[in-house]
């Protein structure tokens, strides 16, 4: 059986839709679901915040560097060197302290005062 020239196209053009066609794995459905049913149930919960201590102050902080870089705004000095008594708003920099002006860093300890 022989075709003719527009039946020989069309079964082109069906053969290319079919190729077309994009099917997703099962997989991929699976994370599909899921993420739509993720999105739905709502956000996700949030870290408990960390209060400002300065009384007055109502901001809150989910991040304990970023309190720390707040308080620094307060003039407060939260971070204290037990050999020498100096005192840091950052705790970042304390440590850079015992590291650099104590011969023994092991020795020392950091004093948070909250």
Known sequence: MELTFEEAMLN???????KRKVSRS?????????????????SKK????????????????ANKKRLQDHLSE???????????GKDYSREDNAITHFKDKHEDPKQAEIQQSF
Request: net charge positive; charged share 45%.
């Open 74 to 84: 307060h003039d407060l000095k939260l971070f204290v060197c037990t050999i020498c």
């Open 26 to 42: 099962e997989g991929k459905q699976r994370a599909d679901k899921k993420r739509v049913e993720k999105n739905e149930s709502g």
């Open 46 to 61: 949030r870290k408990e915040r960390i209060p400002c201590p300065e009384p007055g102050c109502k901001t809150t902080w």
């Open 12 to 18: 082109r053009e069906k053969h290319k839709a079919k």
